[in-house]
């Protein structure tokens, strides 16, 4: 065997090896990813008592409805509150530090009833639950720091399968359009090959983008520090920010905080607000028409005195600042919409059909040796 033909072997055998490796849990990475693409929809689907209300002539305001909250959870802290526009949507509070492990709140914006509440790190399938539980799974199996350092190291090694596969699937000049096509009529072993290698070369782009920004999170350790020592991110401002003492009390309303913030950008859609109260401030998540996917890049900081006291928007951004602003909408695939966040759902399940048709090719290999009468795998 020639030298060239053992580095092919070792770089086959490297591929095949780290793919058993890390099968399941890239499954369950892959296929978890696939369902929060839809969060949202999912969750509102399966728990539409809680999501949608009946319209009414006039809402609460947001400062009544969080009080009504505080008195049913009294010894919870409301951390934030999620804005809908649509005439038919809840309000949902999240809380922190409630005795009960309740974290999410459901509130009808039009009468305050109390639609319903979860723990969202409570383990279980049930639809009321579902949904959270697919997100830890997905970035952490559900084990905290431990799964998401195990996950991490998969990543980094499904960087390096992807990489591996892609040299290994690599075609010769004019050869491209065999590489690309699948035969459906030449029996179910070439069929498995063509699919892992048309698969492969046509994904490979994509799941290097994914693999890759899962790092900014699974790998933050590492990953963040070497991108400050490219071009530093700037210090949120909320984290520079002090003030001599802590309160909960306010003169400013959160319905207010978030008048002026649109104020500001009146083009804009307020989103998200994150209450505060031991630096004094609201953090209006803002998202303006420009900006792609579900989710804005600008923050409006408010004081509870009801000063703009900054606003922290893209035309800011330090080269290290928008990397990280990018890592959310390329793992998701936001930064297309919606039909961005489709073909990422679809390519969650890549690692499984990669797979399948990987196990069964190695094994046919197997059996081919058996019958031959020498076992190599």
């Known amino acids: 065997m020639s030298a060239k033909a053992n ?78 526009d649509a005439a038919n949507a809840s309000l949902i509070v999240y809380l922190a530090d409630d005795p009960s492990g309740t974290d999410a709140v459901f509130i009808n914006p039009y009468n305050g009833e109390i639609l319903g509440s979860r723990d969202n790190e409570h383990a279980s399938i049930h639809r009321r639950h579902l949904m959270p539980f697919l997100y830890r799974l997905h970035y952490s199996l559900g084990l905290g720091q431990l799964g998401e350092n195990v996950l991490g190291f998969v990543a980094l090694l499904c960087l ?15 050869k491209w359009r065999k590489a690309l096509s699948v035969k459906t009529t030449a029996g179910k072993a070439r069929l498995m090959f063509d699919l892992h290698r048309a698969g492969g070369l046509l994904l ?71 209450l505060m109260p031991e630096k004094r401030l609201y953090i209006v998540y803002l998202k303006m028409p420009e900006d792609s996917g579900p989710y804005g890049r600008t923050y409006a900081f408010i004081n ?17 600042d928008s990397y990280a602003e990018w890592q959310l909408p390329l793992h998701s695939g936001q930064f297309l919409g919606i039909p961005g966040r489709v073909v990422w759902a679809v390519i969650g399940v890549s690692p499984l059909l990669f797979g399948i048709s990987g196990f069964y090719l190695w094994l046919r290999k197997i059996n081919i040796k058996n019958t031959k009468g020498g076992l190599n795998v």
């Open 204 to 274: 490979s782009p994509f799941l290097l983008v994914i693999l890759w920004t899962s790092l900014w999170w699974n790998m933050d350790y590492v990953i963040r520090p070497a991108t400050d020592a490219v071009s530093p991110r700037t210090p949120m401002f909320s984290d520079t920010y002090s003030v001599s003492e802590p309160s909960t009390h306010s003169n400013l309303s959160i319905d207010h905080a978030v008048a002026l913030a649109l104020k500001s950008r009146p083009t804009a859609t307020a989103y998200y607000v994150r």
């Open 160 to 174: 390096l399968m992807t990489v591996i596969g892609v040299w290994l699937a690599w075609p010769k000049p004019k």
């Open 304 to 320: 509870f005195s009801g000063e703009l006291l900054h606003i922290d928007e893209p035309k800011n951004n330090s080269l290290g």
């Open 7 to 84: 580095r092919r072997r070792f770089w086959m055998l490297l591929h095949r090896w780290i793919g058993v490796i890390t099968f399941l849990f890239i499954v369950i990475a892959g296929l978890t990813g696939s369902a929060i693409a839809f969060w949202r929809d999912i969750d509102s689907t399966l728990n539409a008592d809680w999501y949608h209300v009946k319209p009414a002539e006039q809402r609460q305001t947001i400062e009544t409805l969080l009080e009504i909250v505080q008195t049913q959870f009294p010894d919870s802290q409301p951390y934030s509150v999620v804005l809908n």
